[in-house]
């Protein structure tokens, strides 16, 4: 993961790779607790299964999209500033991540699309519905740098080595770029996401473990009232991998559900350390957002079958307590790396497909690996101040393990 402070204008400045220490986290929001940057392909603990919240299902050797082989996650963080907005000047609280599908390669994959409710943005999916090919990474950031990312992709691509399809010579592109909303904490309308980190996350993204809470994209997030962001999660199906990757940003405490038990309602009362969360307008917040979900399986799955994939993805969602509300834009993308070499721009191609009597674990397992990357996105979250001191509280740990302890749903110490 690179952490990139902000040095000038944060549209057009060189980029290098910071350490966790970079200055650019004042001490006000480490203070607060904000995440800090962990190197790139660090675990940030505890992860949901680490507190003793259970799940069921078996999950790969790093419970993360990238138990799924060649699949690859890179962040770019921006976090500057504290005190009142001044667009333009922030406070910032944002950045962008990148899924890409391939090791060595950027060969598109079959894919397909779904949208529980659609008051979002995933550029580019009706040419994944059309062609059924997913042409480049997936990159998620806040809602109103999409613009910048949607470009910022098509110049990479453009000079990305020549094994990449669409280079060089071939020259339109639809990339696939998604959104959530990070205004309550971000200074949203400041344009702080450049191609400098959209490069940044491309170019850093690599296999193994993978960063979570607020990192990338998830930077400004808020799930369910408290501090959300990116969260991962995988399921071993017979010879198969599912994998799942969440940028969360929805709900409200209400409603939230861990490990079935309504341990949002068990904490309407609780207050983060230091009494309430010091943002005067936080409740106008509450429910605003989305959340992304980002599906990869090396299962032999064409593209009217990876939609089947993504349109499970909302039964994760439910069993936390979302229900897709009015103001959300929930959008889910998957994606298959097996049938390598099906792309071609000329030839016909011989493809496998699993059989649809096969495919239920599959699907269960996208359900599976959904509930418990959001819930592992909370647990990553650090209690964040942004901009005009609005602050977004932590998941408590020790409450949700005591609440989950009196309904008998904590499996272990």
Same mark, same amino acid.
């Given at each position: 993961?690179?952490?990139?402070?902000?040095?000038?204008?944060?549209?057009?400045?060189?980029?290098?790779?910071?350490?966790?220490?970079?200055?650019?986290?004042? #001490?006000?929001?480490?203070?607060?607790?904000?995440?800090?940057? #962990?190197?790139?392909?660090?675990?940030?603990?505890?992860?949901?299964?680490?507190?003793?919240?259970?799940?069921?299902?078996?999950?790969?050797?790093?419970?993360?999209?990238?138990?799924?082989?060649?699949?690859?996650?890179?962040?770019?963080?921006?976090?500057?500033?504290?005190?009142?907005?001044?667009?333009?000047?922030?406070?910032?609280?944002?950045?962008?991540?990148?899924?890409?599908?391939?090791?060595?390669? *950027?060969?598109?994959?079959? =894919?397909?699309?779904?949208?529980?409710?659609?008051?979002?943005?995933?550029?580019?999916?009706?040419?994944?519905?059309?062609?059924?090919?997913?042409?480049?990474?997936?990159?998620?950031?806040?809602? !109103?740098?999409?613009?910048?990312? !949607?470009? #910022?992709?098509?110049?990479?691509?453009?000079?990305?080595? #020549?094994?990449?399809?669409?280079?060089?010579?071939?020259?339109?592109?639809?990339?696939?770029?998604?959104?959530?909303?990070?205004?309550?904490?971000?200074?949203?309308?400041?344009?702080?996401? %450049?191609?400098? !980190?959209?490069? =940044?996350?491309?170019?850093?993204?690599?296999? %193994?473990?993978?960063?979570?809470?607020?990192? &990338?994209?998830?930077?400004?997030?808020?799930?369910?009232?408290?501090?959300?962001?990116?969260?991962?999660?995988?399921?071993?199906?017979?010879? *198969?991998?599912?994998?799942?990757?969440?940028?969360?940003? *929805?709900?409200?405490?209400?409603?939230?559900?861990?490990?079935?038990?309504?341990?949002?309602?068990?904490?309407?009362?609780?207050?983060?350390?230091? $009494?309430?969360?010091?943002?005067?307008?936080?409740? =106008?917040?509450?429910?605003?957002?989305?959340?992304?979900?980002?599906?990869?399986?090396?299962?032999?799955?064409?593209?009217?079958?990876?939609?089947?994939?993504?349109?499970?993805?909302?039964?994760?969602? $439910?069993?936390?307590?979302? *229900?897709? =509300?009015?103001?959300?834009?929930?959008?889910?993308?998957?994606?298959?790396?097996?049938?390598?070499?099906?792309?071609?721009?000329?030839?016909?191609?011989?493809?496998?497909?699993?059989?649809?009597?096969?495919?239920?674990?599959?699907?269960?397992?996208?359900?599976?690996?959904?509930?418990?990357?959001?819930?592992?996105?909370?647990?990553?979250?650090?209690?964040?101040? &942004?901009?005009? $001191?609005?602050?977004?509280?932590?998941?408590? !740990?020790?409450?949700?393990?005591?609440?989950?302890?009196?309904?008998?749903?904590?499996?272990?110490?």
């Amino acid at each position: 993961m690179f952490f990139l402070p902000r040095t000038g204008s944060a549209r057009r400045r060189p980029v290098a790779p910071m350490p966790a220490a970079a200055g650019a986290l004042t #001490a006000a929001v480490l203070a607060a607790g904000a995440l800090a940057a #962990a190197p790139l392909g660090a675990q940030t603990p505890p992860r949901a299964r680490d507190l003793g919240i259970p799940f069921p299902g078996e999950p790969g050797a790093l419970n993360a999209i990238t138990d799924v082989a060649g699949v690859r996650v890179g962040h770019a963080t921006i976090i500057e500033g504290e005190g009142a907005l001044v667009v333009g000047e922030g406070p910032v609280r944002t950045g962008v991540t990148a899924v890409l599908p391939r090791t060595a390669s *950027y060969e598109p994959v079959f =894919a397909g699309w779904y949208s529980l409710n659609g008051n979002g943005e995933m550029t580019g999916t009706t040419w994944v519905e059309e062609s059924g090919f997913l042409e480049g990474p997936v990159m998620i950031t806040n809602t !109103h740098s999409v613009g910048d990312v !949607h470009q #910022a992709v098509i110049e990479w691509s453009r000079d990305a080595e #020549a094994n990449h399809p669409i280079a060089p010579g071939i020259w339109w592109s639809l990339p696939l770029v998604a959104e959530t909303w990070d205004g309550r904490l971000n200074d949203i309308n400041g344009f702080h996401v %450049g191609k400098e !980190h959209v490069f =940044a996350a491309i170019e850093s993204a690599a296999s %193994g473990a993978v960063t979570e809470g607020a990192v &990338g994209g998830g930077t400004g997030m808020v799930c369910n009232s408290f501090k959300g962001g990116i969260g991962t999660s995988s399921r071993l199906v017979g010879d *198969y991998t599912v994998g799942v990757l969440v940028q969360c940003n *929805y709900g409200r405490r209400p409603e939230l559900l861990i490990a079935g038990v309504p341990v949002g309602r068990e904490l309407l009362d609780w207050t983060p350390p230091g $009494g309430a969360d010091g943002s005067a307008d936080a409740g =106008a917040f509450d429910g605003l957002g989305s959340i992304i979900v980002v599906v990869a399986t090396d299962a032999p799955l064409l593209p009217h079958q990876l939609k089947r994939l993504a349109r499970r993805a909302p039964i994760g969602i $439910g069993r936390m307590g979302g *229900y897709g =509300a009015n103001s959300s834009g929930d959008i889910f993308i998957a994606f298959s790396t097996a049938n390598g070499g099906a792309w071609s721009r000329g030839e016909n191609t011989t493809v496998e497909m699993m059989s649809n009597d096969a495919i239920s674990p599959l699907l269960l397992a996208t359900a599976q690996a959904t509930e418990e990357a959001i819930t592992n996105a909370m647990v990553a979250g650090r209690t964040m101040v &942004g901009r005009d $001191g609005n602050m977004v509280p932590g998941l408590p !740990h020790d409450e949700v393990r005591r609440i989950l302890a009196a309904h008998n749903r904590l499996e272990r110490p």
